[in-house]
């Protein structure tokens, strides 16, 4: 039994990029869906789509590599586990890496980056960065 999906979810795309797949296949979420999306609009992946499968749909992340095989992701890390919750006002919010990395709030508003949410005057839980 899986007690936390989006901890698998980075633990699956940290593995995939540590050995350079093209794509990593994910069951998939409305969470995950959300995720995936931000991480498309920050530029982290190239593409994702849902893909129908046994017994449940699969969640196909396209992952993005540099010109010369440098990776994208460097890192990615669960902030908000279940056992500790971790929330932040936007005016709590600082850039990750000086700019560099994101963090992925799950707002009022759907799922966002620290980008957006400072921008939108937004908080909520952090769950995970990136960079």
């Known amino acids: 039994m899986m007690t936390d999906p989006i901890a698998d979810m980075l633990t699956r795309i ?4 540590r050995v ?15 995720l995936a999306e931000v991480l498309k609009r920050e530029g982290y992946i190239w593409d994702y789509q849902e893909i129908e499968g046994t017994p449940v749909k699969q969640l196909r992340i396209e992952l993005k590599y540099g ?3 440098e990776r994208v992701i460097q890192s ?3 902030v908000s586990k279940p056992g500790r919750r971790v929330y932040s006002k936007c005016t709590d919010l600082r850039p ?4 560099l990395g994101i963090s992925i709030l799950s707002t009022s508003k759907g799922l966002v980056s620290d980008r957006e949410a400072r921008q939108q005057k937004l908080g909520g839980e952090v769950l995970c960065e990136i960079c």
């Open 67 to 69: 010109p010369n095989g």
């Open 96 to 99: 990750v890496l000086n700019g």
């Open 20 to 34: 350079e797949r093209p794509h990593v296949d994910i069951p998939t979420s409305r969470v995950k869906l959300g």
């Open 14 to 17: 940290r593995n995939a990029v």
């Open 76 to 78: 990615i890390k669960r």
